[in-house]
């Protein structure tokens, strides 16, 4: 499987951040590439302030355009994620597609980005976001595929189960900071695919350092073994990879983490 990652500089214009992310996944397709991922809110300057401004409905011109080109191209397309509007609600949602443009996945942002770092950042998505409630994962001829966005990955049990509903790839559309960016970035997505022994692919946007929000970038893809097979800087462009899905099998042989797993303790009370 070829795996595309589009790391996308965000702008203020709806219309032409889709109309670059359409370009990219045009390129990205004729590199080969098997599946495409954009990044989160890529339509959208990742702010509380644009949230609901910018949201669109499920069958909205964003998510029309990314399955139209998925079927164009003949790939799987996760479309990063927008602001989603649904009955006065906005979600931050990850549409998915497979190859004939049908939408395969949607996945709504389950862990709200609700912090604040004396001396850093400040961001509370619930003031404008809703949170979602469901698993996402997929399949494809390569494997099933599992969905979360950004800060579903510092949540352990969700990565896991995922992996436990079968998914081989856990692919995440992220906008990480310049605080949280540098400390947890890399750490976290290695974490992830060696604790599950998975292939993890994280897709963020580009850095504009005079935007609306700075993003790490630094789009990257992580073996089950914990080892980066693809990274990127904060720059735009592509970061492509070749994986083979079925290494997820040999390691988990070969170091049987999730076999010896002692679910028979796991929910012992303090006494």
Not at 174 to 183: E, K, R
């Amino acid at each position: 499987m070829k795996l595309a990652l589009c790391q996308m500089m965000v702008g203020m214009d709806p219309e032409e951040n889709l109309k670059k992310a359409l370009k990219m996944v045009e390129t990205a397709a004729g590199e080969g590439c098997d599946m495409a991922v954009l990044p989160e809110m890529f339509n959208c300057p990742y702010s509380n302030r644009y949230f609901r401004s910018y949201a669109q409905p499920e069958d909205g011109p964003a998510a029309r355009a990314m399955a139209e080109a998925a079927e164009k191209h003949g790939i799987y397309l996760v479309g990063g994620s927008i602001p989603e509007l649904s009955e006065g609600k906005v979600y931050n949602t990850s549409f998915s597609f497979d190859r004939q443009g049908r939408r395969i996945g949607k996945h709504r942002k389950v862990h709200l980005f609700d912090i604040h770092i004396t001396g850093g950042i400040r961001f509370m998505e619930s003031e404008t976001l809703t949170a979602g409630d469901s698993l996402t994962v997929f399949d494809t001829e390569f494997g099933k595929v599992g969905v979360g966005i950004c800060y579903d990955i510092r949540f352990a049990e969700w990565s896991r189960l995922m992996a436990l509903a079968g998914a081989r790839l856990i692919v995440l559309p992220a906008a990480f900071n310049m605080t949280t960016g540098p400390a947890h970035w890399d750490l976290s997505i290695r974490a992830r695919a060696l604790d599950n022994q998975v292939f993890f692919a994280a897709a963020s946007p580009a850095r504009d350092e005079n935007g609306v929000y700075q993003a790490y970038g630094n789009s990257c893809v992580a073996d089950p073994w914990g080892r980066f097979v693809a990274h990127t800087d904060e720059k735009e462009g592509i970061v492509y990879a070749d994986l083979d899905l079925t290494q997820t099998e040999k390691v988990r042989e070969e170091l049987p983490i999730l076999k010896h797993r002692r679910t028979d303790l796991y929910e012992l009370k303090l006494r």
